[in-house]
């Protein structure tokens, strides 16, 4: 389970070094890899445990490739999905089309969001906080879903 914000670094090569506390969560799905995806929603990437992705992509290979909206969904989320190893020093290579969409440059954050974790530019993630703190997006906030959760 991933928690937690992160700040990171991304190097001249396009590769990102994961906190150990993240290695760590990821060492314990066992899986040989990830899969990073770009968000069809925010400027930021999805990296999920190649056997999360693997449950995703079973659901998006089920959805009728004659609706339109399901097969743009197919073709951002699948069409960006690319696999990836963790080397022995913790590090991910983003390629350099992920990196692009996001604008990712040298300074990340890394939001842990359960079963994925999302990979935003340090300046593109506090933006979107702040906008998620504005007032008008808290009082959106307070919808009868949102009561249900005791804080």
Same mark, same amino acid.
């Given at each position: 389970?991933f ?12 590769r ?8 760590d ?6 899986d040989?890899?990830v899969?990073?995806?770009i %968000?069809p929603?925010? =400027?930021? &990437?999805?990296?999920? +445990? !190649?056997s #999360?992705w693997?449950l995703?992509?079973? /659901? @998006? ?5 004659f609706?339109?909206?399901a ?11 690319t696999?990836l190893?963790? %080397?022995?020093?913790g =590090?991910? &290579?983003l390629?350099a +089309? !992920?990196? #692009?969409?996001a604008r990712?440059?040298k /300074? @990340? ?12 530019s ?9 906008d998620y ?7 959106? &906030? ?5 009561m249900?959760?005791?804080l």
């Amino acid at each position: 389970m991933f928690r937690g914000i992160h700040q990171v670094s991304v190097d001249a090569k396009g590769r990102m070094s994961l906190p150990a506390r993240l290695r760590d969560d990821l060492a314990q799905y066992d899986d040989d890899g990830v899969v990073v995806t770009i %968000d069809p929603v925010s =400027r930021c &990437l999805l990296l999920y +445990p !190649l056997s #999360e992705w693997e449950l995703i992509q079973q /659901k @998006l290979d089920k959805l009728p490739t004659f609706q339109p909206q399901a097969r743009r969904l197919q073709r951002l989320l699948v069409g960006h999905a690319t696999d990836l190893e963790v %080397d022995k020093a913790g =590090r991910i &290579l983003l390629p350099a +089309p !992920l990196r #692009e969409f996001a604008r990712l440059d040298k /300074k @990340l954050t890394i939001l842990g969001q359960g079963k994925k974790l999302e990979i935003w530019s340090q300046e593109e993630w506090e933006a979107q906080r702040e906008d998620y703190l504005s007032q008008d997006a808290l009082e959106d &906030l307070q919808t009868e879903t949102m009561m249900d959760i005791s804080l």
